[in-house]
């Protein structure tokens, strides 16, 4: 499972609008209080890097940063967008 985190919540929605296309369990969450992030919202999903930073580009969405899931409180930071 990975999260990404965005700058506004209008990115956040956008992302997640776009990749439920492809993943239905995508998700918009509370960012973890570990992690920092412009709009507090974060998107779970099973997505790759390359598919999400496919449609971040594609569609000019302001993404923050991609994180890959590691454990229930721990994340490891894959990409800054």
């Known amino acids: ?18 990749a439920k296309e492809l993943d239905s369990s995508a998700k918009l969450v509370p960012v973890p209080t570990k992690l920092s992030s412009s ?17 971040v580009i ?3 969405i302001d993404a923050e940063s991609f994180y890959e899931i590691t454990g ?10």
Request: proline share 0%.
């Open 1 to 18: 499972m990975n999260l990404v985190t965005f700058h506004t919540t209008t990115a956040a929605i956008q992302l997640e609008t776009l």
């Open 39 to 55: 709009c507090g919202y974060a998107m779970t999903t099973d997505l790759s890097l390359e598919q999400i930073e496919s449609l």
């Open 58 to 60: 594609e569609n000019l």
């Open 72 to 81: 229930s409180d721990d994340f490891k930071i894959i990409k800054d967008f």
